[in-house]
T-cell receptor, first 114, second 116 residues
């Protein structure tokens, strides 16, 4: 039972354009969401997060949007750069509870074409 | 930022042998460490959660006798894959966090295990 889903395994975008990565979740108890970037043979690197009390969080070129009613979040990267090419994982956690484990989606491979 | 290291980064072993992977928090004391496993093109699957000085909590379906976790200090956790078989070949990643409740997890670079 996948509680966090990334339905697009891959995405290709032209340099300078916007990249939009999507993530859906089923567990309504999740109250904190994160995006990680991962290069091959490396551990994930934290990018940006959002609390369930917000619907948008922005950090430089990265913006995360949360639609609680739809149980959907998205990561926007603009403008996209070739160095952004990596696998992006969304993750969720029930921060208010005693559990501290992150639940990850399956990842989306982003390729930014020069 | 906080740094987590893993050793070795890559290991090849024969079937039936045991392999130990170390996870260290280099510049902070990690109250909790997590061990994940990632198959190619798949998600990071949490294997177990370990708190310093106590037994690890394993996720459903993870064999505790096969994947031995020791969290002997606030800066070191080890994962031992006992009697490894080819199906144990995978990318193993640890993460570390501090404090009570949810706090940011810092991930190690991962260990690629190949069992022949």
């Amino acid at each position: 039972d996948q509680q966090v889903k990334q339905n697009s395994p891959s995405l290709s975008v032209q340099e300078g354009r916007i990249s939009i990565l999507n993530c859906d979740y089923t567990n309504s108890m999740f109250d904190y969401f994160l995006w990680y970037k991962k290069y091959p043979a490396e551990g994930p690197t934290f990018l940006i997060s959002i609390s369930s009390i917000k619907d948008k969080n922005e950090d430089g070129r990265f913006t995360v949007f949360l639609n609680k009613s739809a149980k959907h979040l998205s990561l926007h990267i603009v403008p996209s750069q070739p160095g952004d090419s990596a696998v992006y994982f969304c993750a969720a956690v029930v921060r208010s509870g005693s559990a501290r484990q992150l639940t990850f989606g399956s990842g989306t491979q982003l390729t930014v074409l020069p | 930022g906080a740094v987590v290291s893993q050793h070795p980064s890559w290991v090849i072993c024969k079937s039936g042998t045991s392999v130990k992977i170390e996870c260290r928090s280099l510049d902070f004391q990690a109250t909790t460490m997590f061990w994940y496993r990632q198959f190619p093109k798949q998600s990071l699957m949490l294997m177990a959660t370990s708190n310093e000085g106590s037994k690890a909590t394993y996720e459903q379906g993870v064999e505790k006798d096969k994947f031995l976790i020791n969290h002997a200090s606030l800066t070191l956790s080890t994962l031992t894959v006992t009697s490894a078989h080819p199906e144990d070949s995978s990318f193993y990643i640890c993460s570390a966090t501090v404090g009570v409740g949810y706090n940011e997890q810092f991930f190690g670079p991962g260990t690629r295990l190949t069992v022949l």
